[in-house]
């Protein structure tokens, strides 16, 4: 089998992603008007590529997009393209947008959904111990839960994070936490595992949802609430997780040190996902 450096796909073409070219009457190119997922390959394998085609699955569902194919055609599409890339660690992207169209506020009648694809190479797993926050207002719409294109508040977010020299923005919305502009923000108070609850106002993690398992594995107790920015500041340990950055900790948030206090915890439930990790 021909690999190749980097990979790029849509709507059955293949070919580098320098070289890929997308109709401009991509929906995703006028509106957003599209869902994505992002998931990790180690050795050629997706992991947790279950939990990834579920979440697509949901989003499509909930913006109202059909897939292109069936969840399990695009799972075996995915794993056959994961293995065209030279580098065995690899980050892989896809989108569904809802068409191409004539651009119109309306959805087009009987047009097919759009399937982009790309995978380069990644450097592997990365858990830090030097994160620092900034908090910002929370001031996205209401449907954080779908994984759509529409991130240009995360962008600033995220860009106003990095212009302050921190690792990651945490939004408040109402004195509460939400979640940060790329990634879950989790807490550890008194050996409880604490967490944002699944509803509009935060994505559901794969990662989030892997640590709840692995705490119920361990025996660590948890608890799905909302907590508030004092009470991020007062935690014995910050937890910020997302696909790519499966637990990093926070020891700063708004210039102030914070967390740190328990790393024994961390350490089980990093080692919960390095033994994942190696099962594949």
Known sequence: MEQMENLAYYNGRITSIEDMMIPANDRGFYFGDGIYEVAMVFNHR???LEDH?????????MVQIGLPMAREEIGRLLSELALKVESPCQFLY??????????????????????????????GVEMSDEYRLISVDDTRFLHCNIKTLNLLPNVMAAQKAREAGCSEAVFVRDGYVTEGSHSNISIIKDGVFITHPLDNLILPGTERKHMLAYCKELGIPT????????????ADEIIVS???????????LDKKAVGMKNPELVEKLRKKYMDEIEAL
């Open 46 to 48: 997706i992991f947790a």
């Open 223 to 234: 608890k799905e609430r909302a907590f508030t920015l004092e009470e991020l500041a007062e």
């Open 94 to 123: 896809w989108q569904i947008t809802r068409a191409t169209a004539p651009r119109n506020h309306l959805f087009p009648s009987q047009v097919p959904s759009n399937l982009y694809v790309y995978s380069k190479p990644w450097k």
């Open 242 to 252: 997302s696909t790519s950055h499966p637990s990093m900790r926070a020891m700063e």
């Open 53 to 61: 085609l579920e979440r697509m699955a949901n989003s499509a569902a």
